[in-house]
């Protein structure tokens, strides 16, 4: 069964790093998404992209988030300069369709810590 | 604006007991889509089921069952006969018909632990 794949699972990294969080959706799959859970919290929106554009973001995704299809397969997260409240995991969804009558498919996560 | 609610936020339970789980949801949209997720202690969010907002039946997969109520706009989950493979954090979540992707809104989660 397709599924959504993320790298690396787990990623540490000194604050004022620029870190990089990779996932490949499913392959037939169009709308692409970026949620983040802080530590034993709720899954929270950051940005949804298609046609390589953000289509919506939330107030979570300032300018210091940056999103990047850069070829037929990855859909990229960039955090340019890490905050110690960047530290979460950050899940990549995609889904084959735009509106909420299609699932999206959550891949495994980006565990981000941030020293 | 779009809300869920879980009020449990943690419950524990005997293996073979059966378990509900409550969702509150809000939105003004009378077109909406209902979720449930599973995620397991290693922390991958596994997708349970979708219903939208003019389907109120009920709905049986195995061990699970959902009951989605729009008037009291609820869709708890039961769990018949937990087992300790359960144990997880099961997360609502709602959507919205709207134009351009459709972020998912989700509650704070329950943690739910299955005792042998």
């Known amino acids: 069964e397709p599924e959504v794949t993320q790298t690396p699972s787990h990623q540490v990294t000194q604050m004022g790093q620029e870190v990089i969080l990779r996932c490949v959706p499913i392959?037939?799959?169009?709308?692409f998404y970026w949620y983040r859970q802080i530590l034993g919290q709720k899954v929270e929106f950051l940005v949804s992209?298609?046609?390589?554009?953000?289509?919506?973001k939330s107030e979570i995704f300032d300018d210091q988030f940056s999103v990047e299809r850069p070829d037929g397969s990855n859909f990229t997260l960039k955090i340019r300069s890490t905050k110690l409240e960047d530290s979460a995991m950050y899940f990549c969804?995609?889904?084959?369709?735009?509106?909420?009558?299609?699932?999206?498919?959550f891949g495994p996560g980006t565990r981000l810590t941030v020293l | 604006a779009q809300k869920v609610t879980q009020a449990q936020t943690e419950i524990s339970v005997v293996e073979k007991e059966d378990v509900t789980l409550d969702c509150v949801y809000e939105?003004?949209?009378?077109?909406?889509?209902l979720f449930w997720y599973k995620q397991p202690p290693s922390g991958e969010l596994v997708f349970l089921i979708r219903?939208?907002?003019?389907?109120?039946q009920n709905e049986i997969s195995g061990r699970y069952s959902w009951n989605f109520q729009k008037s009291t706009s609820s869709f708890n989950f039961t769990i018949t006969a937990s087992q300790v493979v359960d144990s997880a954090v099961y997360f609502c979540?709602?959507?919205?018909?709207?134009?351009?992707?459709?972020?998912?809104?989700f509650g704070k989660g329950t943690r739910l632990s299955v005792i042998a």
């Open positions: 969804a995609s889904s084959e369709e735009a509106y909420s009558t299609d699932t999206q498919y």
């Open positions: 392959s037939n799959h169009l709308y």
């Open positions: 992209f298609y046609n390589n554009e953000i289509s919506e």
């Open positions: 939105t003004r949209d009378t077109t909406y889509y």
């Open positions: 219903r939208n907002s003019f389907d109120e």
């Open positions: 979540a709602l959507s919205v018909l709207n134009s351009g992707n459709t972020p998912l809104v």
